[in-house]
């Protein structure tokens, strides 16, 4: 098994052999050009953004700039939004949803090192899968780490730091990041804390 088979399957692997470099390498390069694109140039951004990402949904929009590992470890599902200055770490598996946003400086971290020295200094790393289920949005700042499962309708506060498993329908925050409360049918008439709609299309 290859340090890429190796890393593929969430095992310790060293990230600079087996073509791993020259991948990171290559995408480095799509990530550059769509990061310099001018505004108003959508249709060559979605074409890029297309490029990089493994999978994607209808209606993408990722602001730059952008970072990310690999990219095709990435998959989004349909009408995915992330604001300025969103960095994926896909060394693992990223799967999002459908109707996900993320607001900006939000880090995705799949990858993470051995907690002791030596086994540190050895040079092995790992990457472990996340996933975000539909309808979730990230708040400004947020840090989902390593092997965290979010389910779908999730709130997640600004400034957070995700290290375990989010239910279904939670609205959380915090570092470490925990359930505030769960989101009911009385949160539909408002769009801002106690503020009411005025407006009845949505």
Known sequence: MNQKERMSQELPYKAWLDGLAEERRENKKRIYEYNQLPPGNEEKQEEIIRS??????????IEAPFHCDYGSNIEVGNNFYANYNLTILDVGKVIIGENVMIAPNVSIYTAGHPIHPDSRNSGYEYGISITIGDNVWIGGSSVINPGVHIGNNVVIGSGSVVTKDI??????AGNPCRIIRYITEE???YYFKNRE?????Y
């Open 187 to 189: 949160d539909r008439k």
């Open 197 to 201: 709609f005025d407006v009845e299309d």
């Open 167 to 172: 239910p279904d329908n939670a609205i959380v």
């Open 52 to 61: 990089i990402i493994g999978k994607c949904g209808q209606s993408i929009c």
